[in-house]
């Protein structure tokens, strides 16, 4: 931390636990205060577990094991993704307890399950997978639905993967091949065009609907950013958000997949780190894509559906992971995506009276003159 002094006087430096009042916390040690630079090279904080391509969590979403809707062409419609915990937690990889905080689905707490068919799993690895468009159980509204949970990271580069695939196929009706995007730039997404084509629905049959119907993004944004959502809800019941404010709300202020799909915002707090809207032939799609965490912090994960809702069918996820690639001294990897953070900004100053602290965790300096 760079300090530079103004003013002369008495200054107080200060260090404080901010953690949980439980008896244990972090320690410190060598403390010095130096003109200019202190000769030592900044330590890498990276936690060194991490290195070399660790995968900290993944869900398969093969638990709880949930049965078609007979005869629902391979879906269960009442499925609780709070329930699937993935494999973090007691992983010597994940942050402790990670896995009992499970997904958290919006508008509320249900999402559809893409189950065995005819005794055939259809998934892109197992049995399962979840869709993030359908119906209700109750056979009420179909709407688009975002599954997301949070993660505590240290600044670095981090890789998300999952399978994707679209569950209604417009390949009779001359829309072929995988539109899918990697840290996506500014202006269109995909093609503006809404006409009505007829597709095949996955173990059913023809559908009329539009070829947005399958799209799903993947965003990345920090919990003090966006409006985060409140577990615990009960099945069916609509999701609470608390707001960067404090209120509380069924109807987030920030929600955390707002993005404007014909005109991208690169600057938005929860940007799109992946996309995709079509593949044909039911054919699982693996996708991949890098973030980079500059500021220590709780971020959360999102896939959100974000195509036409009428149809009630649209794209599929499966084998969620989360995998840390190095710190932020490593070479950086191609189409990463920097994750906005709240103020102050690394490399930022911060004023007091007669001073101020510049936040610079990354790459050395130059002694100050």
Known sequence: MRIYVTTPGHYWLTFAADGQNDSYGGQIDFIRLCVNTCPDA??????KAWTGGKVLFADTFEAPVYQEDSPKHGVAKGGNLALSTGTSGTSQFGWPAQASSGWITAPFNQINYGTLFKGTAGAYQGSQYILLDGWNADDGARTNRAAMRPFLLDPGYYQVSYGYISIVDFTDAGVTGTNCFANPGSGALYPAATEILKGDIRYHGKLSADRWTNIVGVFMANGQLVSTPVAGGAQGKATSFKNPDGSTTTTPAVPPDAVNWQSYNAGAVNPVIDTCGYADSYRWVPRIATVKITKPG?????????????????????????????????????????????????GSRTYFDGFHIVADPFAPTAPLQ
């Open 42 to 47: 900044p330590q890498d904080n990276f936690p």
């Open 298 to 346: 709780l971020y959360w994960l999102i896939v959100s559906a974000n195509g036409s809702t009428a149809d009630g069918n649209g794209g599929g996820v499966d084998e969620v992971k989360v995998t840390a690639l190095g710190s932020p001294y490593m070479t950086a990897p191609a189409n990463a995506t920097t994750i906005p953070v709240p103020n102050p900004q690394p």
